[in-house]
């Protein structure tokens, strides 16, 4: 058995724990997917021919699981991930699995990994389902039988602790207009390697692409979406397409903004031009990266310095408040694993 690991020294990497998800769907039948199974965390068995391994048919999400100081453990918006992992599978041809039982997994998967959910403060629980198209296929065309995996990893922060980041602008986007940057697809990852590699060589933390639109227009980076204050107060980001994924911390963020904060928020085409004219601050919000403000842009001999976090500092300590259940859940965002494991069990 797995021991859990040092909770002080937790990184972001990958350790194995006890239990993992898996389901099979056959897309001949209805309704496609069986009732899934949990069962101990080992390899997988896949036809060297299946189509994921040739042809990239498969999408992913990324949620987690969070100890509160009151003990109790939560998952933050499982079903907005939920819908995001259907609307994934229907763009990349697989079978969408229904919202419901991705919530009823999600909460098993954290509950019967429960010795791995870092103490309060400490770290989370990161829960990695994913969709691959697994029919022995040679020429690509849609898979009939797609396989559901999902894992869990205990999980420390992406950067250091108290690291601004410092981005490196891209002249290119991340994923082409018409293409799949609005899905969590395992290719729009494998394409971005070599870049951050050179960036890191620079002293970059991480990319910055543009958006889709050939216009000098920022997008999203790596593993994250992008927010800027303006000089006005107001924050802005760049507006949702097919070259941009839809992050839940986004959409969370955009909500804690104008509900909580009581800012103006603009989801429109913001030009790289602008934002180095206007931003006073900016900062980066994803699931791994949580809200990460950014201390620097910079590019081919340019570089622009951000303003220290305010925005940042005040939306992380919201977000962090209601997923850890530190502060009341206005949204009803967080779901309680014991609560959905006592039904599930009843
Ligand atoms: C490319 C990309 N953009 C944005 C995000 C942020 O999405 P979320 O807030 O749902 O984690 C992620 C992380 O999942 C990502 O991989």
Known sequence: MNAPPDWDTLGFAFLATDWMYRAEADTDRDPPWEAGRFVPFGNLSLS???????????????????????????????????????????????????????????????????????????????????????????????????????????????????????????????????????????????????????????????????????RAQLGEASGANLFCVLDDGTLATPPLDDTILAGVTRDSAVRVAEEVLGLRVEQRPLSLVEVRARAREAFCTGTGWSVRPVAMLGGDGWECRLGPPDVATRMGDVLEGIRSGAHPDPFGWTVDVADRAELEEA
């Open 48 to 214: 060297p021919a299946a189509a994921v391994l040739s042809y990239g048919c498969g999408c992913f999400e990324g949620l987690k699981a969070r100890r509160g100081v009151d003990g109790r453990v939560r998952l933050f918006r499982p079903d907005a991930h939920g819908a995001r992992f259907a609307r994934s599978a229907e763009r990349l041809a697989l079978p969408p699995f229904a919202v419901a039982r991705f919530v009823e997994m999600a909460a098993g998967l954290a509950w019967r990994n429960g010795r791995f959910v870092p103490p309060a403060g400490k770290g989370t629980l990161y829960l990695r389902p994913m969709m691959h198209g697994t029919e022995a296929l040679l020429g690509a065309r849609r898979s009939r039988y797609a396989g559901l995996t999902a894992y869990a990893s205990p999980v420390g922060d992406v950067f250091g602790r108290d690291q601004g980041l410092r981005l490196k602008v891209m002249g290119t986007a991340r994923a082409a207009t018409g293409g799949t940057g609005g899905a969590k697809a395992m290719g729009n990852y494998a394409g971005v390697l070599l870049h951050k590699e050179a960036a890191v060589r620079e002293g970059f933390d991480d990319l910055l692409f543009l958006d889709g639109s050939g």
